[in-house]
């Protein structure tokens, strides 16, 4: 056996037709193959919305907000993204992945396999979402440091799951990679993605808010 039989994908599919052919073929790793395509396929359906958060930008135009309603609308956004994010750590939970690609020496669930991936972009999608409608709130002029620094909590949540699908992508490729060449291993596939919000963000919001407490009162 060649080479290229043992190992006929090497790459990721970008496309519907690579991804029913990986099914079809079900080579070595498919299962990681199959995840990178399906992460790949979702995430581009948000390219524009990820763009318009690169620069900043809004299409929406959203509610005015008087100083007295202030720190509802604040506690109300920060609670909204904490829930996306604290769900974006356990869609990829250890036993979330057992299930979805097997154990050792078991054969993955394609349908598990593309239903977590759908999953992880669909939350990232809602961060998207979440900064459109944070950034098209119409607060005082006093009050946009203030809604800059609420919007910037969402910032490495989202730019984490974008790069983490490129990373995996380059990850798995290489593992396949070396593992057609014969390189030996362990060569491990890593499908972990670290979200946290620094405690010096925190720390600008808090003192933000003890500045503009005379505006609200």
Do not use: C
């Not at 056996?1 to 037709?17: A, C, F, G, K, N």
């Not at 759908?118 to 607060?139: C, F, K, N, P, V």
């Amino acid at each position: 056996m060649t080479e290229i039989d043992e190992y006929p994908v090497r790459r990721v599919p970008l496309d519907q037709s690579g991804r029913l052919e990986l099914q079809a073929l079900r080579p070595p790793l498919w299962e990681y193959l199959l995840f990178g395509n399906a992460l790949h396929l979702a995430r581009a359906e948000h390219e524009a919305r990820w763009r318009d958060f690169q620069l900043g930008y809004s299409l929406k135009i959203g509610p005015v907000i008087e100083p007295k309603q202030l720190p509802d609308v604040l506690r109300e956004r920060l609670s909204h993204v904490s829930a996306i994010v604290s769900n974006l750590e356990s869609i990829l939970s250890r036993t979330a992945q057992e299930r979805a690609f097997g154990k050792p020496g078991e054969s993955g669930d394609p349908i598990l396999i593309e239903h977590m991936a759908r999953r992880l972009i669909d939350l990232y999608a809602l961060l998207l979402g979440w900064s459109e409608e944070t950034r098209a709130l119409r607060l005082p002029d006093w009050a946009d440091r203030l809604k800059e620094i609420l919007t910037a909590y969402a910032a490495q949540p989202i730019e984490r799951t974008y790069y983490f699908v490129d990373e995996f992508i380059e990850n798995i490729e290489m593992v396949i990679t070396k593992l057609a060449e014969g390189q030996p291993g362990p060569h491990n596939v890593e499908i972990h993605v670290t979200y946290e919000i620094g405690d010096d963000l925190s720390r600008q919001f808090d003192q933000e808010l003890d500045r503009v407490r005379r505006y609200i009162n």
